[in-house]
């Protein structure tokens, strides 16, 4: 097997190392030469964790939601002098910006790329200017693009109506899930039920839904219990946390780097989202765990559920449907809510495990030559 210099490119450290982990490891067992680029961040040293996994850690600053082209442009540039400098035989990008950035300075490089569209985004998803821009940023983008991956086909469909990435298109089940690092943990037997909230605090997850779902189950269930865990940016809504939490309609935990203490005394994991992501992980991982589900009819989280078999599914921004299906959960007894997460379970494991993913990867690897 000939022995490539593969670059990875991301907006965070999540996206490289948590989700495209054991890629990593395969690609750095077969010998492969492998950079990761992704910007510095407060919550983890790249070049510690590159190290330990035996690849290359390039710092590279992105401004993941501004606008401003200079930035943008700088961030192109940043991409076309590592590539320039490293050479490598193949270009992994993941996220908006990576994509389109990445995507042209690697055409520009003549370095075969393979994106990954791990979500449409608001700027692509809502009509308007914004759409318009960088749809025809991710044309020029994928236009010498090898492989153009996608989560879930209404993403696909949506990229193939507007003509981009045309013949060069794949569908993966999401980022796929480690089915032995998320093994099934033991349905818990407390009196309590604990409901679990796991995501970036946006209005576009559905925490106001959850949060105003909790306020009214809880009046006729004090045995109900609802846990938000996740980083919240914005202050203003950080003080409603608060206020929730001692209110006791919910318990805001903030951001937690372990989730296993959580996700063992969690009875379901909630997951009310309008955000147009690619698969939800939040979703995989719990499933995965053996933890029913209930979240929205959208892309990226009905694949992940068959409705009463592993979890319900609501109507995206309606409380009253999201309380219906939470007191659905709360008719079923212990032995119905364990198998309804049995169920999650082999269906993550026939559908959406990880090395899925990986070797989708590697095939592509494969057809490039020295």
Known sequence: MNKKKVLLAGNSEMVIFRFRKELVEQLVEEGHE?????????????????????????????????TNPLTDLKLMQNYKKTLRQIRPDMMFTYTIKPNIYGGMAAASCGVPCVMNVSGLG?????????????????????????????????????????????????LLPGSGVNTSQYHVLPYPHDEQVNFLFMARILKEKGIDQYTEAARIIRKNHP??????????????????????????????????????PYQMQSSCTIHPTYYPEGMSNVLLESAACGRPLIT????????????????FICKQ????????????????????????????RAKVEREFDRQIVVDAYLSELNQTEK
């Open 34 to 66: 492998v950079y990761v680029s992704f910007p510095q961040s407060q919550f983890g040293d790249g070049y510690t964790t590159a190290e330990k996994m035996g690849c290359h850690y390039i710092d590279t600053p992105i401004s993941s939601h501004g």
């Open 122 to 170: 608001t700027a692509v998803e809502n009509p308007g200017p914004l759409q318009f821009v960088t749809l025809m940023l991710y044309r020029l983008a994928t236009r010498k693009a090898q492989k153009v991956f996608f989560q879930n086909t209404e993403n696909q469909e949506f990229f193939r109506k507007h003509g981009i990435a045309l013949n060069k298109q794949g």
């Open 223 to 260: 045995e109900a219990v609802f846990h938000v865990l996740g980083v919240c940016d914005d202050a203003e809504y950080q003080k409603k946390l608060d206020e929730l939490t001692r209110e006791g309609v919910i318990q805001y935990h903030g951001q937690q780097k372990d989730l296993l």
């Open 296 to 311: 929205t009819d959208r892309s990226g989280c009905r694949e992940i559920i068959d409705d009463g078999v592993n979890g």
């Open 317 to 344: 921004k309606d409380t009253q449907d999201l309380v219906k299906q939470i007191e659905k959960f709360l008719a079923l007894n212990w032995e119905q809510r364990r198998d309804m997460g049995l169920a999650g």
